[in-house]
């Protein structure tokens, strides 16, 4: 097996993580990271950004059926993750990202998890538009860890404890939470950015998809809008081939086949997992770490 996985991976199957200015990511990611970085971005460029687990897969959805008037055929076109190319991903010898999104015809969505320091300066100079979605440290945190459990393309995470600690150290995939979500949420101050939250969506849906209506330019009538908010709900969404990725076959590097099986799509999981020591000690780190921001966060309904 360790022939077909190559070089950048460890025995057990697991890839490593590189490193690029600070940031843990993907080798083959690293290995990629000039091509990346001169990646050549639109101005009609939409970039949907996010911190790996803070619900990425559910605003594409959303915005796939935001442009596409709410037709769910066009929609079930092909799997997320090939309509909105990922544009930071490589595992050679399938088409990269940068690839994948050089071959689509404008207007392109995009996506990425990259912070604000790491994105391809293009991005910036072509004046795209930018949809950050936020969620909470410690649900995501739960939710990488349930990840990284279920995926060999991903390291694997080690016990419940140590993985608490990975975390909060920021020695995880695409870097600290912390400095993802404060990066973004300053830039969007100076970008054609809409900033959103997981736990707004999950409590008014369709109050934050009327916001994302608004951003793309795109009025949709009443029912177009109550369609999307249905078909775009946790229970729909999860058994939806094309959104959970049902479709995506098993191989020797991904032990899951019916990704969501770990979904739970709510907000306050964390409770399922912290004990009072964790959660104090979280809370503290976390108060430094957030002192010089206004950036807040609902951990809990
Ligand atoms: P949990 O692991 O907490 O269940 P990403 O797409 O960025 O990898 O994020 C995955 C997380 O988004 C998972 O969280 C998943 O359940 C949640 N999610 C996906 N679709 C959702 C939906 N329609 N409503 C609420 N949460 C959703």
New binding site residues.
């Given amino acids: 097996m360790a022939g077909e996985q190559g070089k950048d991976h460890k025995p057990e199957g697991r890839p490593e993580l590189g490193e690029v200015d600070g940031i843990l990511l993907p080798k083959a990611t690293c290995n990629e990271w000039s091509r990346i970085q001169s990646f050549q971005a639109k101005p009609d460029d939409l970039l949907i950004c ?1 911190y ?7 605003i594409q959805e959303i915005v796939d059926m935001i442009q596409q008037e709410g037709d769910l055929e066009k929609c079930q076109r092909a799997p997320v993750h090939q309509r909105h190319p990922f544009i930071e991903w490589a595992r050679p010898p399938q088409p990269s990202g940068v690839e994948q999104a050089d071959a689509m015809p404008s207007p392109r969505t995009l996506k990425t998890h990259l912070p604000v320091k790491l994105l391809p300066r293009s991005f910036w100079e072509q004046k795209c538009k930018f949809l950050y979605v936020a969620r909470n440290a410690k ?1 995501c945190m ?2 990488y860890f ?2 990284q459990r279920m995926s060999k393309v991903v390291p694997d995470p080690g016990t419940w404890p140590e993985y608490f600690e990975t975390f909060m150290a920021g020695k995880v995939g695409w870097g600290p939470w912390y400095d993802h979500v404060k990066g973004w949420w300053k830039a969007k101050d100076s970008h054609h950015m809409l900033f959103l939250f997981y736990e707004d969506i ?1 409590k008014n849906p369709k109050r934050e998809i009327q916001k994302v209506v608004q951003f793309l330019g795109k009025p949709l009538d009443e029912a177009t809008l109550d369609k999307i908010v249905h078909h ?3 229970d729909v ?1 999860k058994d939806n081939p094309m959104a959970n990725r049902a479709g995506v076959p098993a191989s020797p590097m991904r032990t899951f086949v019916y990704f ?1 099986s ?5 907000v306050g ?1 964390w409770k399922n997992h912290f004990t009072v020591a964790q959660n104090e000690r979280f809370n503290e780190n976390y108060r430094r770490k957030m002192a010089d921001t206004t950036l807040t966060f609902s951990m809990e309904f």
């Fill in positions: 996010t790996p687990k803070a619900g990425t897969t559910w649900d739960v939710s349930h990840f999950k775009t709900s946790f969404m969501p770990c979904w739970k799509g709510t999981d």
